[in-house]
């Protein structure tokens, strides 16, 4: 049987925004249907995760490549500068608010 190590994330603050449409960080989440279908091999009608139709999405290039983003995930600026969609729910597990 393995034996599994234990530990806690280390306490970094980051920033992060909830997108829920184009106008809400447009220099940082573009548009779905601007994005190249063969690139990130979904071309669904609706998404997968959420159930809402692709038009309502956009995208964020992270360093591992295009993230969709669906409305209602958190956007958070890494501490490298990249940003990264978060869904809610891994989020408000994750991080809890403090001041600047």
């Known amino acids: 049987m393995e034996e599994w190590e234990y530990f806690v ?15 809400d960080i447009p ?12 690139k990130i091999g979904k071309s669904d009608k609706v998404c ?3 159930g809402l139709e692709m038009c309502k999405h956009g995208f964020v290039e992270t360093f591992e490549g295009l993230h969709i983003v669906c409305p209602g ?3 958070v ?7 990264y969609p978060v869904k809610p729910d891994i989020f408000y597990a994750t991080y809890e608010k403090v001041k600047k």
């Open 77 to 83: 600026k890494g501490i490298k500068g990249k940003y």
């Open 48 to 50: 997968n995760n959420c």
């Open 73 to 75: 995930d958190w956007i």
């Open 9 to 23: 994330k280390k306490p970094v603050k980051v920033q992060a925004k909830q997108w829920f449409n184009y106008s």
């Open 27 to 38: 220099h940082i989440v573009k548009s779905y249907l601007e994005i190249d279908q063969k």
